[in-house]
């Protein structure tokens, strides 16, 4: 028998639930790190956590991403509580494509960002990510834009935490630096401009 209309969401929620997919997920558990949805299980009182834009997916067609999937665009966003107080959380997903941020990406964490303005709560954004998703070019870093913009409106208004709980690269760092409170994790977390091969290719020194 066919399957319903419900049950093939059903499905999807749970595929895009493994983020990366099984094999990756080792690989975060093998170099010591948790998931995504792991720290924010652990962050938020438990059943708290309301999950948005779950669904969202990108449309670049450049450079072969018309056929390529990204569940959850790399980021897991929405709102639970801790200790009983409401807050709003964006965590990125180094599964899925390193956790690049593209055009849709930053829509979803915006949106949260946009969330939390209105409401006045804290903000908690878990950076582990490579930086902008080059494929997706302008539209990548204008999405990054995007949530700078909104890191300085929130500023003084809104409470910002950063966690820097892998390797940020580009504006996976710029933004951090822009909240009230930055958390590193020891030993796994890091925060720099770029890679020493583009250092090299640009000013001819190697780092």
Request: some cysteine.
């Given at each position: ?15 895009l639930?493994l ?9 975060q558990?093998?170099?010591g ?5 792991e ?6 009182d438990?059943d ?13 067609t ?8 990204f ?34 990406t ?6 949260v ?13 878990i950076?582990?990510?490579g ?8 539209d990548?870093?204008?999405g ?6 909104r890191?300085?409106?929130m500023?003084?208004?809104?409470p ?7 390797p ?7 933004s ?13 977390g ?5 890679g020493p091969?583009?250092?090299?290719q640009v000013?001819?020194e190697?780092?």
């Amino acid at each position: 028998m066919a399957k319903s209309r419900i049950e093939k969401l059903l499905d999807e929620r749970e595929r895009l639930y493994l983020g990366g997919g099984e094999v990756r997920i080792e690989k975060q558990h093998a170099a010591g790190k948790l998931t995504a949805r792991e720290r924010l299980a652990l962050l938020l009182d438990t059943d708290t956590f309301q999950e948005t834009h779950l669904f969202m997916k990108h449309r670049c067609t450049h450079f072969g991403l018309a056929d390529m999937d990204f569940p959850g665009e790399g980021v897991v966003t929405g709102c639970g509580l801790v200790d009983g107080r409401p807050i709003y959380v964006a965590s990125q997903d180094f599964t899925v494509a390193g956790g690049a941020v593209g055009e849709a990406t930053a829509r979803k964490i915006q949106a949260v960002m946009n969330d939390a303005l209105k409401t006045g709560d804290p903000f908690v954004f878990i950076n582990d990510s490579g930086g902008a998703r080059i494929q997706e070019g302008v539209d990548s870093l204008a999405g990054y834009g995007g949530i700078f913009y909104r890191n300085v409106l929130m500023s003084g208004v809104v409470p910002q935490i950063s966690i820097i709980a892998g390797p940020c690269a580009g504006g996976a760092a710029y933004s951090p630096a822009l909240t009230d409170f930055i958390i590193q994790v020891r030993s796994e977390g890091q925060m720099f401009i770029t890679g020493p091969s583009i250092i090299k290719q640009v000013t001819g020194e190697e780092v």
